[in-house]
């Protein structure tokens, strides 16, 4: 079966619901500008989808605090690339990163150098290394668009062509203008948060291996890799829209509704197997991780602990988000102003 996802699919996932083993360096962030495609559809289908975000448990806000008995556990949804009020947000949680005993992150900063270092000495994991590469497996005409798109985002064609096809997929959902202005090497605030955290003495620590992402990262069947390719290359829409789109969501706190929306385009220019594709992508990225990091809490953190977590804002909604899962394990969770 094939799934052909949508190009909205991809950045969604990347952007606040998975992090990428990316070695960021930078300090810049994007200024890109653009239209909001939500903003675009019909006052109907508006509707719509904010009565279906709404629906949803817990559907907006960044943090929160979960607290059961004398455990208080805060909780704040990040955005994996840096934006123009990273720094705000960093400031925000300070005093949290000070007076956390446990601090989490979807993988700790020493596991993140470690999975780099990984990646490096078995570049298997990204890219490639054997067989048919991408101008082989995508065909003459696809390749030399999706050349040109890696190469706007500066990327050039010989990485291009020995990428995953998963990872090309993802970097593909990214805006040619967000990657340009340094959004695979400024610190997004997950590893802001790490520093911190080894600053205050309380070093990060993972709420999955990062070996097991990789592992399920590599569980993608690779036709359905390269159908994700295709329909990217595709998709009518500007890329640079979507990005804005998503970033400004974020900053508005409106997660459920970007989440629904990622849907409603997957279905609309994917059809059933678009739907089928979405399902499955969510099932796995989303709510299976969310389930395992949730049976980590509860055998790491002990009664009276004061913990942190920070995870991709999309972990957070949902009838199987995190936010959820805590108050099945028997949290009270309330919404704290960011």
């Given amino acids: 079966m094939k799934f052909p996802w949508s190009a909205l699919l991809a950045p969604a996932i990347l952007a606040f619901t998975l992090v990428a083993p990316v070695a960021a360096q930078g300090t810049g962030g994007t200024t890109c500008d653009g239209a909001d495609l939500i903003d675009t559809l019909d006052p109907e289908t508006q509707e719509n989808l904010r009565r279906e975000a709404a629906a949803m448990p817990h559907p907006e806000g960044l943090l929160w605090q979960a607290t059961r008995g004398d455990t208080v556990i805060d909780i704040f949804g990040t955005y994996h690339f840096r934006h123009r009020l990273t720094d705000a947000h960093l400031d925000r949680l300070a005093p949290m990163i000070r007076d956390a005993d446990k601090i989490y992150l979807e993988v700790s900063a020493e596991d993140q150098t470690a999975m780099q270092r990984a990646m490096a000495e078995n570049p298997s994991l990204m890219f490639i290394t054997e067989g048919p590469t991408l101008p082989d497996l995508l065909g003459e005409e696809d390749w030399q668009h999706y050349r040109e798109e890696m190469q706007a985002r500066m990327?050039?064609?010989?990485?291009?062509?020995?990428?995953?096809?998963?990872?090309?997929?993802?970097?593909?959902?990214i805006g040619p203008c967000e990657a340009q202005s340094g959004a695979f090497e400024a610190k997004g605030i997950d590893m802001l948060v790490g520093e911190r955290a080894e600053e205050a003495g309380t070093p990060s620590r993972s709420l999955e291996d990062f070996e097991d992402l990789l592992t399920l990262l590599?569980?993608?069947?690779?036709?359905?890799?390269?159908?994700?390719?295709?329909?990217?290359?595709?998709?009518?829409?500007?890329?640079?829209?979507?990005?804005?789109?998503?970033?400004?969501?974020?900053?508005?706190?409106?997660?459920?509704?970007?989440?629904?929306?990622?849907?409603?385009?997957?279905?609309?220019?994917?059809?059933?197997?678009?739907?089928?594709?979405?399902?499955?992508?969510?099932?796995?990225?989303?709510?299976?991780?969310?389930?395992?990091?949730?049976?980590?809490?509860?055998?790491?953190?002990?009664?009276?602990?004061?913990?942190?977590?920070?995870?991709?804002?999309?972990?957070?909604?949902?009838?199987?988000?995190?936010?959820?899962?805590?108050?099945?394990?028997?949290?009270?969770?309330?919404?704290?102003p960011l």
């Fill in 155 to 173: 990327i050039p064609g010989f990485m291009a062509a020995k990428f995953k096809p998963l990872w090309a997929g993802m970097m593909l959902g």
């Fill in 218 to 336: 590599d569980s993608f069947p690779m036709d359905d890799q390269i159908e994700m390719i295709r329909m990217s290359l595709a998709w009518p829409g500007d890329m640079n829209d979507l990005s804005y789109t998503i970033r400004e969501r974020y900053l508005s706190e409106e997660i459920a509704l970007t989440l629904v929306f990622s849907r409603y385009v997957s279905e609309e220019f994917g059809g059933e197997a678009g739907a089928e594709g979405f399902a499955m992508v969510e099932d796995l990225l989303l709510e299976k991780r969310n389930q395992s990091w949730i049976e980590r809490l509860d055998a790491q953190v002990t009664p009276g602990d004061h913990v942190l977590i920070a995870v991709g804002a999309g972990h957070l909604p949902g009838e199987v988000g995190i936010l959820r899962l805590l108050e099945q394990a028997g949290y009270t969770v309330s919404r704290v």
